[in-house]
Protein backbone atom coordinates (compact mmCIF):
# COMPACT_ATOMS: atom_id res chain seq x y z
CA UNK A 1 0.00 0.00 0.00
CA UNK A 2 1.12 3.50 -0.65
CA UNK A 3 0.56 6.59 1.24
CA UNK A 4 2.16 9.70 1.01
CA UNK A 5 3.74 11.18 3.86
CA UNK A 6 4.99 15.19 3.39
CA UNK A 7 4.65 14.84 -0.49
CA UNK A 8 6.78 11.98 -0.21
CA UNK A 9 5.28 8.66 -1.77
CA UNK A 10 6.05 5.70 0.91
CA UNK A 11 5.41 2.17 1.03
CA UNK A 12 3.43 0.79 4.21
CA UNK A 13 1.91 -2.18 5.60
CA UNK A 14 -1.85 -1.10 5.66
CA UNK A 15 -2.44 -3.49 9.02
CA UNK A 16 -1.12 -1.08 11.60
CA UNK A 17 -2.59 1.80 12.97
CA UNK A 18 -0.48 4.88 11.28
CA UNK A 19 1.78 5.71 14.75
CA UNK A 20 3.28 2.66 14.06
CA UNK A 21 3.32 3.01 10.59
CA UNK A 22 5.23 6.08 10.71
CA UNK A 23 7.56 5.25 13.72
CA UNK A 24 8.84 2.16 11.71
CA UNK A 25 9.55 4.66 8.72
CA UNK A 26 11.54 6.89 11.02
CA UNK A 27 9.40 9.48 12.30
CA UNK A 28 8.97 10.51 16.20
CA UNK A 29 5.16 10.68 16.77
CA UNK A 30 4.52 11.58 20.26
CA UNK A 31 2.14 9.67 22.14
CA UNK A 32 0.15 9.64 25.73
CA UNK A 33 -3.18 7.74 25.49
CA UNK A 34 -1.69 5.13 23.45
CA UNK A 35 -0.09 1.99 24.09
CA UNK A 36 1.20 -0.46 21.70
CA UNK A 37 0.26 -3.60 24.03
CA UNK A 38 -2.74 -2.82 25.50
CA UNK A 39 -6.06 -1.51 24.65
CA UNK A 40 -6.61 2.23 24.24
CA UNK A 41 -9.10 4.78 22.75
CA UNK A 42 -8.12 8.08 21.27
CA UNK A 43 -8.51 11.00 23.91
CA UNK A 44 -5.04 13.32 23.95
CA UNK A 45 -4.15 13.86 20.37
CA UNK A 46 -0.90 14.50 21.19
CA UNK A 47 -0.56 11.85 18.35
CA UNK A 48 -2.59 13.80 15.63
CA UNK A 49 -1.59 14.39 11.77
CA UNK A 50 -3.51 16.21 9.34
CA UNK A 51 -5.06 14.70 6.40
CA UNK A 52 -4.29 16.74 3.29
CA UNK A 53 -7.26 15.37 1.80
CA UNK A 54 -9.53 18.16 3.72
CA UNK A 55 -7.42 19.58 5.93
CA UNK A 56 -8.55 17.42 9.26
CA UNK A 57 -6.61 16.85 12.27
CA UNK A 58 -6.71 12.84 12.94
CA UNK A 59 -5.34 10.87 15.68
CA UNK A 60 -2.94 8.82 14.19
CA UNK A 61 -3.43 6.13 17.16
CA UNK A 62 -6.79 4.99 15.94
CA UNK A 63 -6.54 5.77 12.23
CA UNK A 64 -5.35 2.86 9.45
CA UNK A 65 -3.73 4.09 6.55
CA UNK A 66 -5.73 3.55 3.38
CA UNK A 67 -4.60 3.20 -0.35
CA UNK A 68 -3.49 6.78 -1.44
CA UNK A 69 -3.78 8.56 1.91
CA UNK A 70 -1.63 11.81 1.89
CA UNK A 71 -0.67 13.02 5.41
CA UNK A 72 1.70 15.64 7.22
CA UNK A 73 3.34 14.66 10.10
CA UNK A 74 5.10 17.51 11.30
CA UNK A 75 4.32 20.84 9.85
CA UNK A 76 4.07 24.00 11.68
CA UNK A 77 0.18 23.81 12.17
CA UNK A 78 0.83 19.85 13.08
CA UNK A 79 3.11 20.77 15.79
CA UNK A 80 0.99 23.89 16.52
CA UNK A 81 -1.79 21.79 17.34
CA UNK A 82 0.13 18.58 19.20
CA UNK A 83 1.97 21.33 21.56
CA UNK A 84 -1.60 22.96 22.15
CA UNK A 85 -3.24 19.22 23.19
CA UNK A 86 -0.56 19.35 25.68
CA UNK A 87 -0.58 22.41 27.12
CA UNK A 88 -4.22 21.84 27.68
CA UNK A 89 -3.32 18.20 29.49
CA UNK A 90 -0.93 20.37 31.40
CA UNK A 91 -3.69 22.84 32.84
CA UNK A 92 -5.17 19.39 34.24
CA UNK A 93 -2.32 18.24 35.99
CA UNK A 94 -1.60 19.48 39.06
CA UNK A 95 1.92 18.41 40.20
CA UNK A 96 5.11 19.54 40.63
CA UNK A 97 8.26 17.17 38.65
CA UNK A 98 10.77 18.27 40.77
CA UNK A 99 10.82 20.09 44.18
CA UNK A 100 11.53 23.20 44.71
CA UNK A 101 14.53 22.36 47.47
CA UNK A 102 15.76 20.31 44.68
CA UNK A 103 15.49 22.79 41.97
CA UNK A 104 18.05 25.50 43.89
CA UNK A 105 20.52 24.01 45.56
CA UNK A 106 23.58 25.53 44.55
CA UNK A 107 25.85 22.11 45.52
CA UNK A 108 22.96 20.13 43.11
CA UNK A 109 22.02 18.23 46.20
CA UNK A 110 18.62 16.29 45.36
CA UNK A 111 17.45 17.11 48.58
CA UNK A 112 13.76 16.00 47.83
CA UNK A 113 15.08 12.24 47.71
CA UNK A 114 17.12 12.95 50.46
CA UNK A 115 14.51 13.78 52.85
CA UNK A 116 12.19 10.60 50.73
CA UNK A 117 14.65 8.35 52.22
CA UNK A 118 15.03 10.01 55.92
CA UNK A 119 11.26 9.64 56.27
CA UNK A 120 10.47 6.48 55.67
CA UNK A 121 13.78 5.51 57.71
CA UNK A 122 15.93 4.86 54.81
CA UNK A 123 19.03 6.20 56.80
CA UNK A 124 21.80 4.42 54.36
CA UNK A 125 19.89 5.17 51.27
CA UNK A 126 19.73 9.07 52.61
CA UNK A 127 23.53 8.54 53.66
CA UNK A 128 24.34 7.13 49.85
CA UNK A 129 22.96 9.74 48.02
CA UNK A 130 23.74 12.30 49.89
CA UNK A 131 27.74 11.19 49.85
CA UNK A 132 27.22 10.45 46.14
CA UNK A 133 27.09 14.35 45.96
CA UNK A 134 29.34 16.32 48.53
CA UNK A 135 31.71 15.57 51.29
CA UNK A 136 29.79 14.42 53.82
CA UNK A 137 32.82 15.50 56.10
CA UNK A 138 32.66 19.35 55.29
CA UNK A 139 29.31 19.23 53.81
CA UNK A 140 28.42 22.68 52.21
CA UNK A 141 24.89 23.04 53.74
CA UNK A 142 27.09 24.71 57.22
CA UNK A 143 27.94 27.46 55.35
CA UNK A 144 24.94 27.59 52.78
CA UNK A 145 22.40 30.52 52.94
CA UNK A 146 19.63 27.75 52.57
CA UNK A 147 17.31 28.91 49.30
CA UNK A 148 16.00 25.19 49.71
CA UNK A 149 14.55 26.41 53.06
CA UNK A 150 13.52 29.92 51.37
CA UNK A 151 11.94 28.21 48.52
CA UNK A 152 10.60 25.02 50.49
CA UNK A 153 6.59 24.55 49.69
CA UNK A 154 6.25 23.67 53.70
CA UNK A 155 6.58 27.04 54.62
CA UNK A 156 3.56 28.29 52.81
CA UNK A 157 1.53 26.12 55.52
CA UNK A 158 2.96 27.12 58.52
CA UNK A 159 7.22 26.78 58.69
CA UNK A 160 9.33 25.18 56.13
CA UNK A 161 11.46 22.37 56.62
CA UNK A 162 15.13 22.24 58.32
CA UNK A 163 16.48 20.68 55.50
CA UNK A 164 20.72 22.23 56.47
CA UNK A 165 19.92 20.50 59.72
CA UNK A 166 19.06 17.34 58.75
CA UNK A 167 21.24 17.41 55.62
CA UNK A 168 23.96 17.70 58.44
CA UNK A 169 22.23 15.35 60.92
CA UNK A 170 22.58 12.34 57.82
CA UNK A 171 26.04 13.22 56.98
CA UNK A 172 27.33 12.59 60.62
CA UNK A 173 25.78 9.02 60.43
CA UNK A 174 29.20 7.29 61.05
CA UNK A 175 27.93 3.87 60.79
CA UNK A 176 25.65 4.36 57.41
CA UNK A 177 26.68 1.55 54.98
CA UNK A 178 27.16 2.44 51.41
CA UNK A 179 24.11 1.21 49.04
CA UNK A 180 22.57 1.81 45.47
CA UNK A 181 20.55 5.05 45.75
CA UNK A 182 21.32 7.07 42.65
CA UNK A 183 19.27 10.49 42.60
CA UNK A 184 16.45 10.41 40.00
CA UNK A 185 16.21 14.09 39.52
CA UNK A 186 16.66 15.38 36.13
CA UNK A 187 17.72 19.14 36.76
CA UNK A 188 18.44 20.32 32.92
CA UNK A 189 17.39 23.34 32.16
CA UNK A 190 15.75 21.87 28.80
CA UNK A 191 13.99 19.59 30.97
CA UNK A 192 10.50 20.54 31.32
CA UNK A 193 8.95 20.83 35.10
CA UNK A 194 5.35 21.48 35.83
CA UNK A 195 4.71 23.30 38.98
CA UNK A 196 1.71 22.52 40.85
CA UNK A 197 0.60 25.93 42.19
CA UNK A 198 -0.78 27.37 45.07
CA UNK A 199 -2.59 25.37 48.08
CA UNK A 200 -6.29 26.28 49.06
CA UNK A 201 -6.31 26.97 52.43
CA UNK A 202 -8.40 23.16 52.66
CA UNK A 203 -5.68 21.94 51.18
CA UNK A 204 -3.04 23.73 53.78
CA UNK A 205 -5.28 22.10 56.90
CA UNK A 206 -5.45 19.06 54.90
CA UNK A 207 -1.48 18.52 54.29
CA UNK A 208 -0.34 19.87 58.01
CA UNK A 209 -2.37 16.84 59.30
CA UNK A 210 -0.85 14.02 56.97
CA UNK A 211 2.40 15.33 56.16
CA UNK A 212 3.69 15.31 59.98
CA UNK A 213 6.45 12.61 59.43
CA UNK A 214 9.91 13.52 61.07
CA UNK A 215 10.97 15.98 58.25
CA UNK A 216 7.44 17.23 57.99
CA UNK A 217 8.50 17.24 54.09
CA UNK A 218 5.55 17.53 52.10
CA UNK A 219 8.00 15.49 49.21
CA UNK A 220 6.83 17.36 46.49
CA UNK A 221 8.81 15.75 44.05
CA UNK A 222 6.90 13.54 41.88
CA UNK A 223 7.95 9.96 42.25
CA UNK A 224 7.20 8.82 38.70
CA UNK A 225 8.93 11.79 36.79
CA UNK A 226 11.51 9.69 35.01
CA UNK A 227 9.12 7.37 33.34
CA UNK A 228 6.62 10.64 32.68
CA UNK A 229 5.67 10.34 29.06
CA UNK A 230 3.73 13.82 29.64
CA UNK A 231 6.91 15.24 30.70
CA UNK A 232 8.90 13.71 27.93
CA UNK A 233 6.52 15.29 25.53
CA UNK A 234 6.19 18.78 26.92
CA UNK A 235 10.22 18.64 26.67
CA UNK A 236 10.07 17.97 22.76
CA UNK A 237 7.86 20.77 22.27
CA UNK A 238 9.73 22.88 23.96
CA UNK A 239 7.13 23.96 26.16
CA UNK A 240 8.84 26.53 29.08
CA UNK A 241 5.64 27.94 30.61
CA UNK A 242 1.98 26.27 29.74
CA UNK A 243 -0.04 29.10 28.39
CA UNK A 244 -3.07 28.04 30.18
CA UNK A 245 -1.97 27.63 33.38
CA UNK A 246 -2.63 24.79 35.64
CA UNK A 247 -7.05 24.73 36.33
CA UNK A 248 -7.59 21.41 38.01
CA UNK A 249 -9.72 20.71 40.69
CA UNK A 250 -8.45 17.46 41.85
CA UNK A 251 -7.41 17.78 45.58
CA UNK A 252 -2.95 17.96 45.51
CA UNK A 253 -1.08 15.49 47.05
CA UNK A 254 -4.21 12.83 47.30
CA UNK A 255 -2.43 9.20 47.25
CA UNK A 256 -4.78 6.48 47.52
CA UNK A 257 -3.32 2.85 48.26
CA UNK A 258 -4.41 0.92 46.06
CA UNK A 259 -2.81 -2.97 46.39
CA UNK A 260 0.58 -4.22 47.98
CA UNK A 261 2.65 -1.20 46.51
CA UNK A 262 0.39 0.64 43.58
CA UNK A 263 -0.90 4.22 44.47
CA UNK A 264 -2.79 6.26 42.40
CA UNK A 265 -2.84 9.61 42.67
CA UNK A 266 -5.56 11.61 40.89
CA UNK A 267 -4.03 15.29 40.90
CA UNK A 268 -1.44 13.56 38.12
CA UNK A 269 -4.02 12.12 36.19
CA UNK A 270 -4.33 13.22 32.70
CA UNK A 271 -7.64 10.79 32.05
CA UNK A 272 -6.56 8.76 28.92
CA UNK A 273 -8.35 6.01 30.42
CA UNK A 274 -5.54 3.47 29.51
CA UNK A 275 -5.28 2.27 33.08
CA UNK A 276 -9.25 1.74 32.82
CA UNK A 277 -9.75 -0.35 29.40
CA UNK A 278 -6.69 -2.55 30.75
CA UNK A 279 -8.47 -3.38 33.82
CA UNK A 280 -11.13 -5.87 34.71
CA UNK A 281 -13.77 -4.17 37.02
CA UNK A 282 -10.38 -1.85 38.67
CA UNK A 283 -10.62 1.62 37.67
CA UNK A 284 -13.29 3.25 35.76
CA UNK A 285 -14.48 6.96 34.94
CA UNK A 286 -16.85 8.63 36.89
CA UNK A 287 -19.00 11.99 35.48
CA UNK A 288 -18.30 13.31 31.88
CA UNK A 289 -17.28 15.74 29.86
CA UNK A 290 -14.54 18.10 31.77
CA UNK A 291 -15.89 16.53 35.06
CA UNK A 292 -14.89 13.27 34.25
CA UNK A 293 -12.21 11.48 36.70
CA UNK A 294 -10.80 8.31 36.66
CA UNK A 295 -11.45 6.39 40.04
CA UNK A 296 -10.56 3.22 41.31
CA UNK A 297 -14.08 1.93 43.34
CA UNK A 298 -13.15 0.26 47.13
CA UNK A 299 -14.41 -3.54 46.19
CA UNK A 300 -12.29 -3.21 42.85
CA UNK A 301 -8.96 -2.75 44.34
CA UNK A 302 -8.07 -6.37 44.74
CA UNK A 303 -8.63 -6.71 40.92
CA UNK A 304 -6.00 -4.44 39.68
CA UNK A 305 -2.35 -5.56 38.88
CA UNK A 306 0.61 -3.37 40.17
CA UNK A 307 1.92 -3.82 36.29
CA UNK A 308 -1.02 -1.14 35.65
CA UNK A 309 1.23 1.25 36.59
CA UNK A 310 4.03 0.59 33.10
CA UNK A 311 1.63 1.86 30.94
CA UNK A 312 0.59 4.70 33.08
CA UNK A 313 1.85 8.29 31.15
CA UNK A 314 1.77 10.38 34.42
CA UNK A 315 2.83 9.55 37.57
CA UNK A 316 -0.39 9.21 38.70
CA UNK A 317 -0.03 5.60 39.19
CA UNK A 318 3.20 4.23 40.72
CA UNK A 319 5.25 1.66 43.10
CA UNK A 320 6.22 3.23 46.04
Same mark, same amino acid.
Given at each position: ?? +????????? &??????????? $???????????????????????? %???????????????????????????????????????????????????????????? @?????????????????????????? &??? &?????????????????? $???????????? +????????????? &????????????????????????????????????????????????? %???????????????????? @??????????????????????????? %????????????? $???????????????????? +?????????????
Amino acid at each position: MN +ITINNKTVE &VSGQKPLIEEL $RQIGYDIPSLCYDANAKHQASCMV %CMVMNVANGQMIPSCSTFPTEGMQIEVDSEEVLSMRRMSIELLLSDHRADCEAPCTIVCP @SKIDAAQVLLHYDRGQMNEAFSLLSS &VVD &VNNIPCADCKAPCEKACR $RGTIDKGVSIRQ +IMMEIASMKDAKS &VDAHSQANLSKDVFASKLGRYTDAEKEWLKEVYSQPSKCLHCACEGRDK %CKLRECATKAQIKSPRYGVS @SRQVVKEQIHVKDNLYFEPAKCIRCGL %CVYNSQDGFTFKH $RGFDMQVVIPEDSKKNVDEK +IADICPTGALFIQ
